[in-house]
């Protein structure tokens, strides 16, 4: 899979696809159809503080950390989102520019639902709720 097609969404402003979250202009996501599936890209963009220690290796990008939880839920055999595409633009020592996170739209499949449903379950004994 060509995975260039989704680095226009490094640059600050273009032509991106349906913008489906924006928490205060710091974490984006996009939907975007290409070759006929639906992806979604998170987009991080440093800020304040958190860019100066990413920089000096205090705090990990964003990318590169939901990479090793990818792993780490992988060896436990917990259901997760699969990483498809990260890369990360560096601008200058402090501005690493935007932080992207490309992932595939799946259907559930039961084996997902069977999990979902027990930790609801779980939950709602453990808080004594009443549904």
Same mark, same amino acid.
């Given at each position: 899979?060509?995975?260039?097609?989704?680095? %226009?969404?490094?640059?600050?402003?273009?032509?991106?696809?349906?913008?489906?979250?924006?928490?205060?202009? #710091?974490?984006?996501?996009? #939907?975007? +159809?290409?070759?006929?599936?639906?992806?979604? *890209? %998170?987009? &991080? *963009? @440093?800020?304040?503080?958190?860019? #100066?220690?990413?920089?000096?290796?205090?705090?990990?990008?964003?990318? /590169?950390? &939901?990479? %090793?939880?990818? %792993?780490? /839920?992988? +060896?436990? !055999?917990? @259901?997760?989102? !699969? /990483?498809?595409?990260?890369? *990360?633009?560096?601008?200058?020592?402090?501005?690493?520019? !935007? $932080?992207?996170?490309?992932?595939?739209?799946? @259907?559930?499949? #039961?084996?997902?639902?069977?999990?979902? +449903? !027990?930790?609801?379950?779980?939950?709602?004994?453990? $808080?004594?709720?009443?549904?």
């Amino acid at each position: 899979m060509n995975y260039q097609f989704f680095d %226009k969404y490094l640059e600050e402003h273009g032509d991106f696809g349906e913008c489906i979250s924006n928490h205060k202009d #710091k974490t984006l996501v996009y #939907k975007e +159809k290409f070759e006929g599936k639906n992806f979604y *890209i %998170k987009k &991080y *963009i @440093p800020y304040g503080k958190r860019r #100066k220690r990413i920089a000096f290796g205090l705090y990990q990008d964003r990318a /590169l950390h &939901y990479e %090793k939880v990818c %792993k780490y /839920l992988a +060896k436990l !055999n917990i @259901p997760y989102v !699969n /990483l498809e595409y990260k890369k *990360i633009k560096r601008i200058s020592f402090f501005d690493r520019g !935007n $932080l992207s996170r490309i992932y595939l739209e799946e @259907p559930r499949t #039961k084996e997902c639902e069977e999990f979902l +449903k !027990n930790q609801i379950e779980r939950v709602v004994k453990e $808080l004594n709720w009443k549904i």
